[in-house]
């Protein structure tokens, strides 16, 4: 098992770590939740013991008085210049779930320039979903809605919908139209990331959309030395995402291209 | 410009956990979400 | 190629609808064990209050078992859920009044926002603020909006979580009735 690979599987247990959750079908209560992660992992996972980003961030705008969340968009300012996507590629939970999907021999979508093009879908989901939505909510409804959490967000659905209504009888009284409607939306992730490289994070993930902004400001991430480098593409050809360049916006820092850089060319930064 | 924003987002953060930020996070984060899960 | 792929996905594709309609199926239709427990009438865990707006200290303790049934609901200024069920509270709240007490906990962890809110909606019922970690474990709150029925000796006999439409509300106050 490569770094990368130990770095997810500790971060996403060490997210989840309150396993009595899993059993009892409670989420944890404890102060530690006030402090977001950096990757998806949502908040009311019965395992999580801290806040999703994201979700923190849409909550926030929701409430009596629209305040700007400067903690929790403080916190994800500092995410992305320090780390980038390599957030995505090390520490996000979902996107370790989609690449052991992929693992299974299945016949494969490979990136084309279309699946290029759709990269730029998650920019959108952000800005209505994350942003003007809850904001249209607080102005027609005089509450915020976490729009993102609410309709789209697959881990919500996997991680906090499926395993708390098996656990608890008393939350199934609820069950309508929109765990219908989300539980359809999380099985075609599924589904697609059988035959798809982390399609979820490529097209639709507003994180990544945010972090992907930093990727070539942040401390921590990759990049090429010019002088080594002879052009021959072969980094751009094995990338499993959708990178025109290394190190750009679709790069999640995985490092298959250092692996095979016949001029040993690609390096991780350590900060300047 | 990178130190720039460093300092940018390390001001947001402080000023956000001044003004009580910590403590919103802290109260959403300790309900269950019942719309995201689906409930509404 | 392609045709291989959609065959796959196809297939998939069904296997997990059904699956999740079967799930759906069979999870509506169990037991509630949650309405059982409530069943038992155990005594409601007593919580400190403080009324609005004046902000006075009272205990539960104060304002249940005293001969009439209370309805105790927490909210929060911030949840949608518990919002949206406010208009239908409002709606019953005359005819239920003199016969039952309301008690409706926000939870805000800024109260000042529920001053805000009360401004701008002037909703009738009785609201009062909990504090959020108190009553998240007395009564083992895990989301809101939580309704629970007392009955008028203080004991809990129903816990519904989740917001409810206004003939579901109705029918849940009635149940001190019966």
Same mark, same amino acid.
């Given at each position: 098992?490569?770094?990368?690979?130990?770095?997810?599987?500790?971060?996403?247990?060490?997210?989840?770590?309150?396993?009595?959750?899993?059993?009892?079908?409670?989420?944890?209560?404890?102060?530690?939740?006030?402090?977001?992660?950096?990757?998806?992992?949502?908040?009311?996972?019965?395992?999580?013991?801290?806040?999703?980003?994201?979700?923190?961030?849409?909550?926030?705008?929701?409430?009596?008085?629209?305040?700007?969340?400067?903690?929790?968009?403080?916190?994800?300012?500092?995410?992305?210049?320090?780390?980038?996507?390599?957030?995505?590629?090390?520490?996000?939970?979902?996107?370790?779930?989609?690449?052991?999907?992929?693992?299974?021999?299945?016949?494969?979508?490979?990136?084309n320039a279309w699946t290029r093009k759709l990269t730029y879908v998650k920019y959108g989901i952000s800005l209505i979903f994350v942003l003007l939505l809850p904001?249209?909510?607080?102005?027609?409804?005089?509450?915020?809605?976490?729009?993102?959490?609410?309709?789209?967000?697959?881990a919500g659905t996997l991680e906090a919908g499926w395993t708390l209504t098996t656990l608890n009888q008393s939350l199934r009284q609820g069950l309508g139209a929109?765990?219908?409607?989300?539980?359809?939306?999380?099985?075609?992730?599924?589904?697609?990331?059988?035959?798809?490289?982390?399609?979820?994070?490529?097209?639709?993930?507003?994180?990544?959309?945010?972090?992907?902004?930093?990727?070539?400001?942040?401390?921590?991430?990759?990049?090429?030395?010019?002088?080594?480098?002879?052009?021959?593409?072969?980094?751009?050809?094995?990338?499993?995402?959708?990178?025109?360049?290394?190190?750009?916006?679709?790069?999640?820092?995985?490092?298959?291209?250092?692996?095979?850089?016949?001029?040993?060319?690609?390096?991780?930064?350590?900060?300047? | 410009?990178?130190?720039?924003? =460093? +300092?940018?987002?390390?001001?947001?953060?402080?000023?956000?956990?001044?003004?009580? #930020?910590?403590?919103? =996070? +802290?109260?959403?984060?300790?309900?269950?979400?019942?719309?995201?899960?689906?409930? #509404? | 190629?392609?045709?291989?792929?959609?065959?796959v996905l196809g297939v998939i594709f069904v296997l997990i609808v059904g699956g999740v309609g079967y799930l759906y199926y069979t999870v509506t239709k169990g037991?509630?064990?949650?309405?059982?427990?409530?069943?038992?009438?155990?005594?409601?865990?007593?919580?400190?209050?403080?009324?609005?707006?004046?902000?006075?200290?009272?205990?539960?303790?104060?304002?249940?078992?005293?001969?009439?049934?209370?309805?105790?609901?927490?909210?929060?200024?911030?949840?949608?859920?518990?919002?949206?069920?406010?208009?239908?509270?409002?709606?019953?709240?005359?005819?239920?009044?003199?016969?039952?007490?309301?008690?409706?906990?926000?939870?805000?962890?800024?109260?000042?926002?529920?001053?805000?809110?009360?401004?701008?909606?002037?909703?009738?019922?009785?609201?009062?603020?909990?504090?959020?970690?108190?009553?998240?474990?007395?009564?083992?709150?895990?989301?809101?909006?939580?309704?629970?029925?007392?009955?008028?000796?203080?004991?809990?006999?129903?816990?519904?979580?989740?917001?409810?439409?206004?003939?579901?509300?109705?029918?849940?106050?009635?149940?001190?009735?019966?």
């Open positions: 098992m490569d770094k990368r690979r130990l770095t997810q599987l500790v971060s996403a247990i060490a997210y989840n770590a309150n396993v009595s959750g899993f059993v009892t079908g409670k989420i944890w209560q404890g102060s530690s939740k006030g402090i977001c992660v950096p990757g998806l992992n949502c908040y009311s996972c019965p395992g999580a013991l801290g806040a999703c980003p994201l979700g923190s961030l849409q909550s926030s705008l929701a409430g009596m008085v629209l305040r700007f969340p400067f903690y929790v968009f403080g916190l994800l300012l500092l995410f992305g210049l320090l780390l980038g996507r390599s957030i995505c590629g090390w520490l996000c939970p979902f996107g370790l779930l989609q690449e052991l999907l992929y693992k299974v021999p299945t016949p494969k979508l490979r990136k904001i249209v909510y607080y102005l027609t409804t005089g509450v915020g809605s976490p729009a993102f959490c609410k309709f789209i967000c697959p929109l765990f219908i409607w989300k539980s359809l939306v999380a099985a075609c992730i599924v589904i697609l990331s059988l035959i798809m490289f982390r399609p979820f994070c490529r097209f639709l993930c507003p994180l990544g959309a945010w972090y992907g902004l930093f990727n070539t400001l942040s401390f921590f991430g990759i990049t090429v030395d010019e002088a080594k480098c002879t052009h021959c593409q072969a980094c751009l050809k094995v990338c499993p995402m959708d990178c025109h360049k290394v190190g750009d916006r679709e790069c999640i820092n995985c490092g298959t291209c250092k692996k095979i850089c016949p001029e040993q060319a690609i390096r991780f930064k350590r900060g300047v | 410009m990178r130190k720039l924003l =460093v +300092l940018l987002a390390l001001g947001c953060t402080a000023y956000g956990v001044y003004t009580g #930020g910590v403590a919103t =996070v +802290l109260q959403k984060a300790t309900f269950i979400c019942l719309e995201c899960i689906g409930i #509404g | 190629m392609l045709k291989k792929i959609l065959m037991p509630d064990m949650a309405k059982a427990q409530a069943m038992e009438r155990k005594p409601a865990p007593i919580i400190s209050l403080k009324t609005f707006p004046e902000k006075n200290s009272v205990s539960l303790q104060d304002l249940i078992g005293k001969g009439k049934p209370v309805y105790l609901n927490f909210w929060a200024t911030w949840c949608p859920p518990c919002v949206g069920e406010m208009p239908h509270m409002n709606a019953l709240y005359p005819q239920y009044k003199d016969k039952m007490d309301f008690i409706i906990a926000s939870v805000d962890s800024k109260q000042d926002d529920v001053v805000a809110f009360q401004e701008k909606n002037n909703y009738s019922f009785p609201i009062y603020y909990a504090d959020n970690r108190e009553a998240a474990e007395a009564y083992g709150i895990q989301g809101i909006p939580t309704s629970i029925l007392i009955d008028a000796e203080g004991n809990i006999i129903n816990i519904h979580i989740g917001s409810m439409g206004k003939d579901d509300m109705q029918s849940f106050l009635d149940g001190a009735f019966k």
